[in-house]
């Protein structure tokens, strides 16, 4: 049955752009973070499209959306299918909703075809994958792969101190499903956007997922002394200029390392123009392919800011933030891709991510893989964000194959 499925890149198409109008920006983009009312009515069209095609609709208790489609062998564990609605504030039309929509489409075009599986075939959309307003990212995913306590992700809030759970139950998403449930699932398959530049530059139109490189993110601290914006700069103690220092350090020391290492965020106090800075807070995430490479890594930076701080006579003080481990997507199913791929003749590679993704959650609990497209220049999370409508319909032919292989199709 593989390649005979007639799922259709050009309906695809226009449920990207139809999901792409909700949150739309005036920029071109998607606005649509999580548990906000564009997220409930992203939410709310999915439900109505998977429901038409006679799929069902579970919700867990951290607004996980579970759409299943029965198979004929009631024993057989069910082949996912997954990403996320929601982006970031300034996000593109792609990341995240090409998978869950290339998911709706397999189920579409199974239900025309009238196609039974072995295995029940399920879609999932994952709360709060971004991380954009509730930190960190991946809740739902990890909520439900028992990675985060189910009620420390309720508990979260925003920058506003909106809470996690009454947000969600505003917005009228609060399952009663235990999200552990779906550790039980057989096999998870994820289609996403490259978020980088490789498969465009090498004219590939598809991306085999093989593993995921570690990261270890940390919050920095330095602390100094306010001071007066006309004292003399002998004798200072000025937090940013230590902070400055040190972000060049880093950068040097990821250089030196093989590794990957950017400062997102910075906060600094008493933030005031004629004011030398006391306190300065940034952000730094680091990855690497080897878990060893990247730990060395954080030790070579700790010594290096110890010496900064002598010097400077502040304080730098680099904490743990999160952990994520180098993960390897299964085998077999990285196999049913590849099989996919060759016999429909389209142009791919073996490659790593460097960006977490729910699959990758998913994948230190049971068999999971992912699949990339290609997307222009590389840009993502960025209004901007751009691919083809032929990258989109290579990912999904290949992706239904695939999935078709590991969910067996029911011959009588």
Not at 206 to 212: K, M, N, S
Not at 377 to 383: A, D, F, I, R
Not at 397 to 410: E, H, M, N
Request: proline fraction near 5%.
């Amino acid at each position: 049955m593989r390649g005979n499925l007639p799922a259709s890149g050009a309906r695809l198409w226009d449920s990207l752009m139809e999901f792409a109008r909700i949150g739309a920006t005036p920029k071109g983009g998607c606005n649509r973070q999580t548990l906000t009312d564009l997220d409930s009515e992203g939410r709310h069209l999915l439900r109505r499209q998977a429901e038409a095609v006679g799929v069902t609709l579970a919700v867990d208790r951290v607004g996980n959306m579970i759409l299943t489609r029965p198979g004929r062998d009631p024993m057989r564990k069910a082949v996912a299918i997954g990403s996320h609605l929601d982006t970031q504030p300034t996000g593109g039309k792609f990341d995240g909703v090409l998978g869950v929509l290339a998911g709706l489409e397999i189920l579409r075009a199974l239900h025309e075809a009238g196609i039974e599986t072995e295995a029940p075939v399920v879609l999932v959309n994952w709360t709060n994958e971004e991380g954009a307003r509730f930190s960190p990212p991946m809740m739902g995913s990890g909520a439900a792969m028992g990675i985060f306590p189910e009620a420390e992700v309720l508990a979260k809030t925003d920058s506003a101190g909106a809470v996690f759970g009454q947000e969600l139950a505003r917005i009228g998403w609060a399952g009663d499903r235990d999200p552990h449930a779906l550790q039980d699932l057989g096999a998870y398959f994820e289609l996403h956007i490259e978020q980088g530049p490789v498969l465009e530059r090498e004219g590939l139109d598809v991306g085999i997922v093989t593993h995921a490189l570690a990261q270890h993110w940390f919050d920095v601290h330095v602390t100094g002394a306010d001071a007066h914006g006309g004292s003399g700069m002998a004798g200072r103690k000025d937090a940013l200029m230590a902070a400055a220092e040190t972000a060049t350090m880093i950068e040097r020391c990821a250089l030196a390392a093989g590794a990957r290492a950017t400062i997102g965020r910075m906060t600094l106090h008493p933030d005031s123009r004629n004011v030398v800075p006391g306190r300065v807070w940034f952000s730094l995430d680091t990855r690497h392919d080897h878990e060893d490479q990247l730990a060395a890594l954080a030790a070579a930076m700790r010594g290096e800011a110890a010496a900064i701080s002598a010097r400077r006579g502040v304080q730098i003080a680099i904490e743990d933030f999160w952990i994520s481990p180098a993960t390897p997507f299964d085998p077999a199913l990285v196999g049913h891709l590849r099989d996919a791929a060759r016999a429909r003749g389209i142009p791919h590679k073996e490659m790593p991510t460097a960006i977490g993704h729910d699959a990758v959650y998913v994948a230190r609990r049971l068999p999971a893989v992912m699949l990339f497209c290609p997307c222009h220049g590389g840009l993502s999370h960025n209004e901007a964000e751009s691919i083809t409508p032929q990258w989109a319909e290579a990912g999904l032919v290949v992706l239904a194959d695939a999935v078709l292989a590991a969910a067996g199709v029911a011959r009588d």
